[in-house]
């Protein structure tokens, strides 16, 4: 049964920094491409970052304009975990982020699209707030 669990949201001040991760099970996440998605209230869900597995596209990340610079993913296949590492937030940061896993990508434009995604975590809320 794939599983995807996320942790390490919670409040934190602007400026300050997260991680999150998401441990993931039922598959072996070195051949899972993993993205990480937020929805703020009101909003629909968008594309944060993707750490791409698919063929061809092995290594490659994906970022949104928003948070270049400020924002990384990283995995330990190992432990199964991806993580999120966010850093300067700032309160229109504040969402439930959710990672997501599909073997393969169609098209590394579509990084961003929901449905290119199988897996999903349940989300973990991340509040910026002073």
């Known amino acids: 049964q794939v599983q995807l669990v996320e942790s390490g949201g919670g409040l934190v001040q602007p400026g300050g920094s997260l991680r999150l991760s998401c441990e993931v099970s039922?598959?072996?996440?070195?051949?899972?491409?993993i993205g990480w998605f937020r929805q703020a209230p009101g909003k629909e869900r968008e594309g944060v970052l993707c750490s791409d597995s698919s063929e061809g596209r092995n290594g490659n990340t994906y970022y949104a304009d928003f948070v270049k610079g400020r924002f990384t993913i990283s995995r330990d296949n190992a432990k199964s975990t991806v993580y999120l590492q966010m850093n300067s937030l700032t309160p229109e940061d504040t969402a439930v982020y959710y990672c997501?896993?599909?073997?393969?990508?169609?098209?590394?434009?579509?990084?961003?699209?929901?449905?290119?995604?199988?897996?999903w975590g349940q989300g973990t809320q991340v509040t910026v707030s002073s």
């Open positions: 039922g598959f072996t996440l070195v051949y899972y491409t």
């Open positions: 997501a896993a599909v073997r393969s990508l169609s098209y590394a434009s579509r990084w961003s699209e929901e449905y290119e995604y199988d897996y």
